[in-house]
């Protein structure tokens, strides 16, 4: 069974950059794509990057250029670069792997 923490939410201020990280559990991590989603209060939970087992990438639009997926699957790591924060990132991110989600961290970006 996969177990997902994520880590690295804060506050910061627009034009901000924070790492969040979503460790992960099991042999099954390492074979498997990984996503990012966030949930902005009184909005539903939307996709904002995913990162195959290979490596490749993909990027919801509002996001992309700004922030950037990767994995270290020798710490079964996958991390969230956000950079040039702007207010309306402000959610919960939660990292998915098939039907396992995290717990989910807080990022506020304050104008």
């Known amino acids: 069974q996969v177990q997902l923490v994520e880590s690295g939410g804060g506050l910061v201020q627009a034009g901000g950059s924070l790492r969040l990280s979503c460790a992960g559990s099991?042999?099954?991590?390492?074979?498997?794509?990984m996503n990012w989603y966030r949930q902005a209060p009184g909005k539903q939970r939307e996709w904002v990057a995913g990162i195959t087992s290979g490596g490749g990438t993909n990027y919801d639009e509002s996001v992309k250029g700004r922030f950037t997926i990767s994995r270290d699957n020798a710490k079964n790591t996958v991390y969230l670069q956000l950079n040039s924060l702007k207010p309306e990132d402000t959610a919960v991110y939660y990292c998915?792997?098939?039907?396992?989600w995290g717990q989910g961290t807080q990022v506020t970006v304050s104008s």
């Open positions: 099991g042999r099954i991590f390492t074979n498997n794509g």
């Open positions: 998915r792997q098939g039907i396992v």
